[in-house]
């Protein structure tokens, strides 16, 4: 299994961008899937999670009204949008899945993308 991140890059702050996350031989309805980040020095945390066989989405609550989290079951993909976004924001975003439920936890996700720098400049 094999999750590809992409889409990110440099904006300046108030600024937007859409990352996106392919998936080979998984199908991201059929697991819990989220969205982490890490800044430099500083340890993985949860952004946002799609729960599976649903659209019950759940956000941290500094990106929440700004991040949207979706899914493309035909294309099997997964996204997040980022609004409004802030220096605070700048970080590599992975994206995940499992079948786990402690679905904030990076250690319950078996699949893990390689990761997508997103940099906000004030």
């Known amino acids: 299994v094999q999750l590809q991140a992409f889409g990110g890059g440099s904006v300046q702050a108030g600024g937007s961008l859409r990352l996106s996350c392919a998936a080979s031989?998984?199908?991201?309805?059929?697991?819990?899937t989220a969205w982490f980040r890490q800044a430099p020095g500083k340890e993985r945390v949860f952004v946002a999670t799609?729960?599976?066989?649903?659209?019950?989405?759940y956000y941290n609550d500094s990106v929440k009204d700004r991040f949207t989290i979706s899914r493309d079951n035909a294309k099997n993909m997964l996204f997040l949008q980022m609004n409004s976004l802030k220096p605070d924001d700048t970080a590599t975003y992975y994206c995940a899945a499992t079948k786990g439920g402690w679905v904030k936890l990076p250690s319950t996700y078996e699949y893990w993308g390689q990761g997508t720098q997103v940099t906000v400049s004030s």
């Open positions: 799609l729960l599976q066989n649903s659209n019950n989405a």
């Open positions: 031989t998984l199908s991201f309805n059929a697991f819990n």
